[in-house]
């Protein structure tokens, strides 16, 4: 049920984009604005990405716990980054101000610029959660250590990269939006997904199945694995493993 309240919602904003019924509010200047978070004294983070609307970069590489670069030209929506340390784990929130995100408002969305670079660490362990709303996602993560990944889609394109080598087993949780949904998948380690489809399509590449689940030919045995639980939207999901 909130699923289905949540793609609502989408497709309402959607419509609303394309009319042009809307309150407007101003698009100023384009600004971008650099903001780097330490880690500190933790043993592990949680993150939790929260974007309403635009185009979303998620990658490693950061020499801290974030490297970010915010893009964009509506003064309101200007990135929130919180941190707090408790109990040795570090709380990091990065989400579009809740005044006037999502969809309402927007003026002309070819004049919109709202671009999010993030960084993350690659060797702290952590649990991530990503809440998407209206627009383009490219999320590479592989090469970060994970123990828990919550994706949640908008409407829109979402590409997220799981190939390459993991060093410990850890569970991921998709909920397919009103779009495109791609998930590229390792065959390194083991690849166990459970599939529940609501009215979209889910295409799967080079995996083995056996009813609504599907395996990778290193699932049996192997030490480190990949529990992924995936739940359609309104799209197409593609369950894709690398060569």
Same mark, same amino acid.
Request: proline share 3%; charged share 20%.
């Given at each position: 049920?909130?699923?289905?309240? !949540?793609?609502?919602?989408?497709?309402?904003?959607?419509? =609303?984009?394309?009319?042009?019924?809307?309150?407007?509010?101003?698009?100023?200047?384009?600004?971008?604005?650099?903001?780097?978070? /330490?880690?500190?004294?933790?043993?592990?983070?949680?993150?939790?990405?929260?974007?309403?609307?635009?185009?979303?970069?998620?990658?490693?590489?950061?020499?801290?716990?974030?490297?970010?670069?915010?893009?964009?030209?509506?003064?309101?929506?200007?990135?929130?980054?919180?941190? /707090? =340390?408790?109990?040795?784990?570090?709380?990091?929130?990065?989400?579009?101000?809740?005044?006037?995100?999502?969809?309402?408002?927007?003026?002309?969305?070819?004049?919109?610029?709202?671009?999010?670079?993030?960084?993350?660490?690659?060797?702290?362990?952590?649990?991530?959660?990503?809440?998407?709303?209206?627009?383009?996602?490219?999320?590479?993560?592989?090469?970060?250590?994970?123990?828990?990944?919550?994706?949640?889609?908008?409407?829109?394109?979402?590409? #997220?990269?799981?190939?390459?080598?993991w060093s410990n087993s850890f569970d991921?949780?998709?909920?397919?939006?009103?779009?495109?949904?791609?998930?590229?998948?390792?065959?390194?380690?083991?690849?166990?997904?459970?599939?529940?489809?609501?009215?979209?399509? #889910?295409?799967?590449?080079?995996?083995?199945?056996?009813?609504?689940?599907?395996?990778?030919?290193?699932?049996?045995?192997?030490?480190? !694995?990949?529990? #992924?639980?995936?739940?359609?939207?309104?799209?197409?999901?593609?369950? =894709?493993? /690398?060569?």
């Amino acid at each position: 049920m909130r699923q289905k309240i !949540i793609l609502l919602g989408l497709v309402t904003a959607v419509l =609303i984009l394309t009319t042009g019924c809307i309150n407007q509010i101003k698009v100023g200047p384009t600004q971008t604005d650099e903001q780097t978070i /330490e880690a500190g004294d933790i043993s592990s983070a949680r993150v939790k990405i929260d974007m309403g609307v635009g185009k979303l970069d998620v990658n490693g590489g950061a020499d801290g716990l974030l490297d970010a670069q915010f893009t964009y030209n509506i003064e309101s929506w200007k990135p929130e980054v919180n941190y /707090e =340390i408790s109990n040795s784990e570090g709380r990091l929130t990065i989400k579009q101000p809740d005044s006037d995100t999502a969809t309402i408002g927007i003026p002309d969305t070819e004049k919109v610029k709202y671009e999010w670079d993030l960084k993350l660490n690659d060797t702290m362990p952590m649990n991530l959660d990503i809440n998407l709303g209206v627009g383009e996602s490219s999320l590479e993560l592989s090469g970060l250590t994970l123990n828990s990944l919550d994706i949640q889609t908008g409407v829109g394109e979402t590409t #997220i990269d799981l190939t390459g080598s993991w060093s410990n087993s850890f569970d991921v949780d998709i909920e397919g939006g009103v779009g495109k949904t791609t998930v590229r998948l390792p065959n390194g380690v083991g690849v166990r997904v459970e599939t529940q489809t609501g009215i979209s399509g #889910i295409n799967v590449y080079g995996l083995i199945q056996n009813g609504d689940t599907y395996t990778n030919p290193a699932y049996d045995g192997a030490d480190v !694995i990949l529990d #992924i639980k995936v739940q359609g939207g309104v799209g197409g999901i593609d369950l =894709i493993l /690398e060569e």
